[in-house]
Every structure is written in structure tokens, then in C-alpha cells.
């Protein structure tokens, strides 16, 4: 008695029907059937729905996920580099003011953008204005920062700065560092001698809770 060769309905879901081929679903599979009407897989209407996908539904649903993925890595990594390094190490000198070489290339787009709204003549005097006015503010921050300024206006200015990075709170898996604002409560630390610099390496060198003159600082390491 010779078993009957099964033979698959088209007109009716094939997902199925296939496995009912044995050896011969090789040389079945391999017949292409050229249409634009694809055959329909499951009776259910839902499952069969999840079969069907138009092509621009792949990138629609999957290039944001690829975008968070990589700006996750990528944006902290450009974040540092570009500034989260002054918030983690704001008294490296040689790291506060922009890098020359960076600068130079960002002047392009720069003066790209200038020319789009001046004329030609008058596109070297606003990029010059532009480019002066960024001198001044990196000076300044520098200053802000290193500087020992002797009246009431940069010393407020200061001040406002420097709560700017002492509010912060920059974690990691081994750190949590805050300096409080009561630092600012008092200009003076052992008679006006220290300035910030000495008061940010004496934490760091005292890695607890560190008390001068009622003016508190907490550093918490593990």
C-alpha cells in the first residue's frame, strides 16, 4: 500500500499545513509561487495581522531605539568631553577654557551662520564681535574660578558661580559629592588667606566631613 502524497491547500493558512510534508517540503519550498498577494499563514485574524508588516514600519520602530542605544553612550561621552568634565573636576586649570582646536572648528559653522543673515562686508565685524565677546567670557570664567577678585562685584560673581558647580550633585558608583551653599555665607577662610582652590584640595585630601569655621562641606566616599 503506497502512502498518499499530501498536498498543500493555498487556499487556506499554510503555517500548518507544511509540516505535513516530510521530506517533501524541500523541493516545495523551492518552488516560488510569483504574486503580490501573499498567502494567508493563520486562520486567527489578530496572529495573521503580526505576520504582515510594511516595509517602512522597520525603521519607523527600530531607528529610535538604535538612536537611544548609541546617544546614551555617545552623549554622555560628548557631554564630558565637552563640558561634564569642568562639573567633575572644576579646578583643573588647563581643562576650564575650550580648547583652541575645538574652537577653530566650531568658527566655521559660525561664520557659515553669519553670512546668512549679513552682508559680506559686514560678516568679518559680527564674527569679530562674536569671537571677542567668547574671549571675554572664557577669560572671565577662568577668572571666576582662579581668580582673587577684591571688590563686590566679581566677588558676588564669583559667588553666584560657584553655587552654580556647589548645588550640583555628580554621582557614580563610588561617589556622591555636595559642597553646601553655607560655604558662601562667609568670604573668608583663616583670616581670607585660602582660597577655593585650598578649600577643594583640603576635602579632597580629608575625604569625611570637614568643619571650618562652621562653614560645612560634605564628601562622601565609600
Not at 28 to 55: A, D, Y
Not at 94 to 109: E, G, N
Request: aromatic share 14%; charged share 15%; hydrophobic share 40%.
Amino acid at each position: 500500500m503506497v502512502a498518499q502524497e499530501f498536498t498543500v491547500d493555498l487556499d487556506k493558512p499554510l503555517v500548518f499545513q507544511v509540516g505535513h510534508l516530510g521530506e517533501a517540503y524541500e523541493e516545495w519550498v523551492h518552488q516560488p509561487i510569483v504574486s503580490r498577494e501573499g498567502p494567508r499563514f493563520f486562520e486567527n485574524e489578530f496572529v495573521e495581522s503580526l505576520t504582515r508588516t510594511v516595509w517602512w514600519a522597520i525603521p519607523s520602530i527600530w531607528l529610535p531605539v538604535v538612536c537611544y542605544c548609541v546617544l546614551n553612550y555617545w552623549g554622555n561621552t560628548l557631554h564630558y568631553l565637552l563640558h561634564g568634565c569642568h562639573h567633575k573636576h572644576p579646578m583643573d586649570g588647563l581643562r576650564l577654557v575650550f580648547p583652541p582646536a575645538a574652537t577653530a572648528i566650531l568658527l566655521v559653522p559660525f561664520w557659515n551662520m553669519v553670512l546668512l543673515f549679513a552682508s559680506p562686508s559686514i560678516t568679518p565685524a559680527l564674527f569679530g564681535g562674536g569671537l571677542l565677546g567668547y574671549v571675554m567670557y572664557d577669560c572671565t570664567h577662568y577668572y571666576l574660578h582662579h581668580g582673587h577678585p577684591g571688590n563686590d562685584v566679581p566677588k558676588n560673581l564669583k559667588k553666584y558661580h560657584m553655587n552654580h558647580h556647589s548645588g550640583s550633585k555628580i554621582r557614580d558608583s563610588n561617589h556622591f559629592f555636595v559642597v553646601g551653599q553655607s560655604f558662601w555665607n562667609t568670604s573668608s577662610i583663616k583670616n581670607g588667606n585660602e582660597n577655593v582652590d585650598n578649600v577643594i584640595e583640603s576635602i579632597e585630601l580629608h575625604p569625611a566631613r570637614v568643619n571650618v569655621e562652621g562653614l560645612k562641606f560634605n564628601f562622601l566616599c565609600s
